[in-house]
Nanobody, 119 residues
Framework: QLVESGGGLVQAGGSLRLSCAASGRIFSINAMGWYRQVPGKQRELVASITSGGSTNYADSVKGRFTISRDNAKNTVYLQMNSLKPEDTAVYYC???????????????WGQGTQVTVSL
């Protein structure tokens, strides 16, 4: 399973750091990433990172957000700086791999954590 932490309320211009730890019968983890969703809109990719460390960002967060991972801890992080009110959303962690033992390849999702950025 994936468990996120680090969401909360912050003023515009502030920073937050999200964490997501994978646990259980992990056989393999390939890409990990963060999506976000606001009510009435589709879930959108924020950032992703491969097991080798290659990263990809949505244009709207480039230069402000940084994704990283600790493979030894099966954990992915999202450092969010210079936050804007439009970053307000529920942020979901995702991982692609076999997180429930051999043969369980798929996409796994966390329960989501709320990030609210006020003016």
């Amino acid at each position: 399973q994936l468990v996120e932490s680090g969401g909360g309320l912050v003023q515009a211009g502030g920073s937050l750091r999200l964490s997501c730890a994978a646990s259980g019968r992990i056989f393999s983890i390939n890409a990990m990433g963060w999506y976000r969703q606001v009510p009435g809109k589709q879930r959108e990719l924020v950032a992703s990172i491969t097991s080798g460390g290659s990263t990809n960002y949505a244009d709207s967060v480039k230069g402000r957000f940084t994704i990283s991972r600790d493979n030894a801890k099966n954990t992915v992080y999202l450092q969010m700086n210079s936050l804007k009110p439009e970053d307000t959303a529920v942020y979901y962690c995702t991982a692609r791999g076999a997180l429930a033992g051999w043969g369980t390849e798929g996409d796994y999702w966390g329960q989501g954590t709320q990030v609210t950025v006020s003016l």
